[in-house]
């Protein structure tokens, strides 16, 4: 009877015996499947080879492309009613010119220049020389300070703006301040411009419909050309010039009388909004101020 009891106790010792080591078998790997790539365990082998794999799917991707503007006058300080040739050199960061640019609505580059004041706008476009280097030959209509906006795609990058301020010698015009604009229309060449949904929410998503109409007969226009591919362009800057939004049109074959734009500012303050548009052969610019929230 002793005898089977001890034979009984030993069979029971070794089933519980093995039964630990079989469990501490199981903690070990699942403590290895929680990341510690170093191990040898099946299941950290497969994560270590996930980790290669990823590492060199994104080794293959493309860097974002990193560029900076060098921006020079032929004359040191530009005077009024002079023209002066602005050169715009576009480099990446270690100082190497950028070769290609994508056309980016019928343009390698878009300049915009506007006063202190935001009273004066221009939308110019340099010629491209090559190696990085655009120049042209443009005027300011009084002394004070501007400043210039270089909007471009270099290729295999993505849209970028860099902007510099240039001072120039002269008489400086009065300066007009920048308020929310009292009237939802204007008149320019004829055609009255009606900005709709002027009452902007600082991070919300915004359409900007511009209603255009003849000044006269109140009819809608629908005879709108393409401007630069476009039925028309929007500039939008904050009152402080650093927040700069070039917004395009949700429909760019439309005619008119709508000319629709979707757009978010960023930051609550005052901003002013250049709607540039085209008909019979002629470009023209309505302005607006607005108060965003």
Avoid at 70 to 91: A, F, Q
Avoid at 213 to 218: G, L
Avoid at 262 to 287: A, D
Wanted: net charge negative.
């Amino acid at each position: 009877m002793k005898r089977i009891y001890l034979i009984g106790l030993l069979t029971v010792l070794v089933l519980v015996a093995a039964c630990g080591k079989q469990s501490n078998q199981e903690t070990d790997n699942h403590g290895t499947h929680g990341g510690n790539s170093q191990a040898v365990s099946p299941a950290a082998s497969s994560t270590s080879e996930h980790g290669e794999a990823h590492g060199e799917e994104h080794a293959g991707e493309t860097k974002k492309l990193e560029t900076k503007a060098d921006w020079k006058w032929s004359k040191e300080t530009p005077k009024s009613g002079e023209n002066t040739l602005i050169t715009v050199h576009i480099l990446d960061t270690d100082g190497k010119a950028i070769g290609e640019f994508d056309i980016n609505h019928e343009k390698k580059l878009h300049l915009i220049a506007v006063s202190k004041d935001l009273s004066y706008f221009d939308h110019i476009h340099p010629e491209y020389k090559g190696n990085g280097q655009f120049e042209i030959m443009t005027s300011f209509p009084s002394g004070g300070d501007y400043k210039l906006f270089a909007d471009y795609i270099p290729t295999g990058g993505s849209a970028t703006t860099k902007s510099e301020w240039i001072k120039v010698e002269g008489l400086v015009a009065e300066q007009v301040p920048i308020k929310p604009s009292d009237e939802h229309s204007v008149i320019v060449d004829g055609v009255e411009i009606t900005l709709e949904n002027n009452h902007p929410e600082a991070g919300k998503e915004i359409e900007l419909n511009f209603k255009l109409s003849d000044a006269k007969s109140k009819d809608p226009i629908t005879d709108l050309e393409p401007y630069l591919g476009a039925v028309g362009h929007v500039v939008i800057l904050s009152e402080d010039t650093e927040q700069y939004l070039h917004v395009h049109p949700m429909e760019e074959k439309a005619k008119g009388p709508d000319a629709k734009f979707m757009t978010t500012f960023p930051n609550t303050g005052t901003y002013k909004i250049w709607g540039q548009f085209q008909r019979n052969g002629k470009s023209f610019i309505s302005s607006f101020v607005v108060e965003v929230k």
